[in-house]
């Protein structure tokens, strides 16, 4: 199934987002998550891809086995900055003979192990070529997703900017956008009406991290630009050592941020699960009726 394709009909979208464990035991406990979150047959699954590429061949074992050993619709992410057009063509290739029709073009972050790093001659060194590479090659065969960054990309120098750039992304033929993480829901409709007066009217899934490590979180959120709410904030530091304290609440924040981004007419929600399934499950149980409802219209 294309994602494209079921967004742009109206179809209320429920997704995951996994990353390639680096051992056996990961491997098996992302397996089992999975395998906990399939009852609730989501609209897609996603695989993250390493800085610099660092995860190729990882990323596409584990698109390839959710691909074949179950039910689900799996995404694969795909960086740019670190190969050459030949590599990202292949890889490509090597995903349609899979059977993958969902690709995230993403620039991808800059190897922090590397501090002289530069991008292969002739590489794509940003997404809106990535996205124009994989049109001008594959035509309508994927179904192609792009980031979108609600508080403005760390590189950005203001929304403005953010906002043109999107667009270009857009215009090379992305289908949909998935955001960043964010907290404060305004900033999610703020970038909507900036991308509407722009003329972008691609279906903007936002990107939900339910906190369940407070240190953690907060480092993502300051490498992303991501702003985490002072009063969230205030209830979470005294649990700081206190994951199961930290999970509650960060569950029930999580929950109030969605039922308001439902009842503003989002058009699904993603979740960043951190390959665990319980604040995913928690948090789409107390919205089940809710969500359900939307995906039958």
Known sequence: MKIGEILKRGTFSISFEFFPPKTEEGERDLFSTIKSLEHISPTFVSVTYGAGGSTRDKTRRIVEKIHKETHLTVMAHLTCIAHSKEEILDILNEYRKIGIENILALRGDIPTNIPDFKPPNGACKHADELVRLIRSNFGDYFSIGVA??????????????????????????????????????????????????????????????????????????????????????????????????????????????????????????????????????????????????????
Request: with cysteine.
């Open 148 to 297: 979108s960054y609600p508080e403005g990309h760390p590189e950005s120098p203001n929304m403005e900017w953010e906002i043109r750039y999107f667009k270009k992304k857009v215009m090379e033929g992305a289908d949909f956008s998935i955001t960043q993480m964010f907290f404060i829901n305004d900033y999610y409709y703020e970038f909507l009406d900036m991308c509407y007066k722009e003329g972008v009217s691609i279906p903007i899934v936002p990107g939900i991290m339910p906190i369940t490590n407070f240190r953690q979180v907060s480092r993502f959120a300051s490498m992303c630009g991501a702003t985490i709410p002072d009063d969230l904030i205030r209830r979470l530091e005294p649990y700081a050592d206190d994951q199961e304290e930290t999970t509650k609440i960060g569950i029930e924040f999580a929950i109030r941020q969605c039922e308001d981004l439902l009842r503003n007419g989002a058009p699904g929600l993603h979740f960043y699960t951190l390959n665990r399934s319980r604040a995913t499950l928690e948090i789409y149980q107390a919205l089940g009726n809710s969500i359900e409802a939307l995906r039958r219209t």
